[in-house]
């Protein structure tokens, strides 16, 4: 975005600027009262789109300025922060609440959201880290299909082992 955006129409108060046409092509040197005109006949808006450094004249476009903002809005507006979200359970879950758990994920996914699928494992459950971590590769292999599936990491601390992995949805 350059300093030039909000540049349009009779806003621009150079007498002198260089016209690119609406398909690209550079028509030259001209009047600021040529372009408007010219504008207008088309139906369009003579926006600024920078400066040319040698002879310090405005460079101007012929295009419709209401859609490029709208654009720029819209891919504003799609591009914001995706939100981490944690799903957690223990080794000793049962199936049908593992399926619950899973279905979860699949909406948080659907809806954009980064997941830490995380398994956690407390006391004396810390010996069976091997069964945990197959427990987690059996349980994201039904994620593969809808997001992008991270590493399993290990992360221990003295009375807690966490097994995760992090899923990001395919944009």
């Not at 591009?79 to 199936?95: L, M, P, S, T």
């Not at 010996?127 to 599936?149: C, G, P, R």
Request: glycine residues 4%; proline residues 2%.
């Amino acid at each position: 975005m350059s300093k030039y955006d909000n540049c349009v129409n009779e806003q621009i108060d150079a007498p002198v600027i260089m016209l690119i046409l609406s398909d690209g092509d550079k028509y030259g040197e001209t009047s600021t009262d040529k372009a408007l005109e010219m504008a207008n006949e088309s139906g369009m808006d003579l926006v600024q789109v920078g400066i040319e450094v040698s002879n310090n004249i405005p460079i101007c476009k012929l295009m419709d300025y209401g859609k490029v903002k709208y654009n720029r809005q819209k891919k504003q507006k799609s591009q914001k922060k995706q939100k981490v979200k944690e799903i957690r359970f223990g080794i000793n879950i049962a199936d049908h609440d593992i399926k619950v758990k899973n279905n979860k994920v699949i909406k948080l996914l659907n809806k954009n959201n980064i997941v830490r699928y995380v398994l956690e494992l407390r006391g004396r459950e810390i010996s069976y880290l091997d069964l945990a971590k197959e427990k987690v590769k059996n349980n994201i292999i039904e994620f593969e299909n809808i997001a992008k599936v991270g590493d399993i990491e290990v992360s221990k601390s003295k009375s807690v082992c966490r097994i995760s992995c992090v899923l990001k949805p395919f944009v």
